[in-house]
C-alpha cells in the first residue's frame, strides 16, 4: 500500500460548492503539506502542520483551509470553490524539520471547477 | 525574495543521449538541494540531494553537481531512456528556521525512441 494516499483522485465539482480533500500517510511522520500545481507555474505550498496543533498558512492560503484531525490524517477544504481553484492538489509528508528531510508526496487529486 | 530558476523549460532528446537541466536559485542561507522527478500525473519522487559542502551526488544515470559559490546546480541524464520523459524539479532549503523549500518550476523532459 502507498505511504501517502489521497482521496478522491480525481473531482468535478461546480462553482460555490463545498469540497474536502483528504490525505493519509502511514509513514509516521510529524509534518504534513498542501500544494497545488498548476501547468507552468510549479508547486505552491497553501498550508502546512507541524504536528496536530499546529496548523501554517502558506504562500496561497486564500479560499483554502485545512484540519489536522490526527498526526496521520490532513485535510484540505475549499468552502466556496471557484474556476481558477481547478488544479492538481498534491499532499506531502515530511520528517524532522524538512531541511534535510525528504518530502514524500501523495499521487495527487485533480479538481475541476466548473 | 528567495527564488529557483530552472532551465530550460522543456527539453526533447532521443534515446541514448545524454543531458543536463540546469538551477540557478537565490536562496539565503542555503541548507540543502534536491532534485525531484515527477512523472506525468503522480507525485514528486526525490532523485538526489546535496548540502552546500557537496558538489556532486549520483543516483545510478543521474548525476547532480552543485556550486554553492554561483549559487548553481545541475542534473545531468546519461544515456536517457523512455522512462526519463519526466519533469525535473530542484527545490532549495532554508538554513535553520521553520523549513519551507522553495520549489522551481520544472524542466519537461521528452525522450523520443
Known amino acids: 500500500d502507498a505511504d501517502v494516499t489521497q482521496t478522491p483522485r480525481n473531482r468535478i465539482t461546480k462553482t460555490g460548492k463545498r469540497i474536502m480533500l483528504e490525505c493519509s500517510q502511514t509513514k509516521g511522520h510529524d509534518r504534513m503539506y498542501w500544494y497545488r500545481q498548476d501547468p507552468g507555474l510549479g508547486l505552491r505550498l497553501i498550508y502546512y502542520?507541524?504536528?496536530?496543533?499546529?496548523?501554517n498558512k502558506g504562500e496561497i492560503s486564500d479560499g483554502y483551509s485545512v484540519s489536522r484531525q490526527a498526526q496521520a490524517k490532513f485535510s484540505l477544504s475549499l468552502e466556496s470553490a471557484i474556476p481558477n481553484q481547478t488544479a492538481l492538489y498534491f499532499c506531502a509528508t515530511s520528517d524532522g524539520d524538512g531541511s534535510s528531510y525528504e518530502q514524500y508526496f501523495g499521487p495527487g487529486t485533480r479538481l475541476t471547477v466548473t | 525574495k528567495n527564488q529557483v530558476e530552472q532551465s530550460p523549460q522543456s527539453l526533447i532528446i532521443l534515446e541514448g543521449k545524454n543531458c543536463t537541466l540546469q538551477c540557478n536559485y537565490t536562496v539565503s542561507p542555503f541548507s540543502n538541494l534536491r532534485w525531484y522527478k515527477q512523472d506525468t500525473g503522480r507525485g514528486p519522487v526525490s532523485l538526489t540531494i546535496?548540502?552546500?559542502?557537496?558538489n556532486t551526488k549520483s543516483n545510478g544515470r543521474y548525476t547532480a553537481t552543485l556550486d554553492a559559490d554561483t549559487k548553481q546546480s545541475s542534473l545531468h541524464i546519461t544515456a536517457s531512456q523512455l522512462s526519463d520523459s519526466a519533469s525535473y524539479i530542484c527545490?532549495?532549503?532554508?538554513?535553520?528556521?521553520?523549513?519551507?523549500?522553495?520549489f522551481g518550476r520544472g524542466t519537461s523532459l521528452i525522450v523520443h525512441p
Open positions: 502542520s507541524f504536528d496536530v496543533k499546529d496548523i
Open positions: 546535496m548540502t552546500f559542502s557537496e
Open positions: 527545490v532549495v532549503s532554508l538554513w535553520g528556521g521553520s523549513y519551507i523549500p522553495t
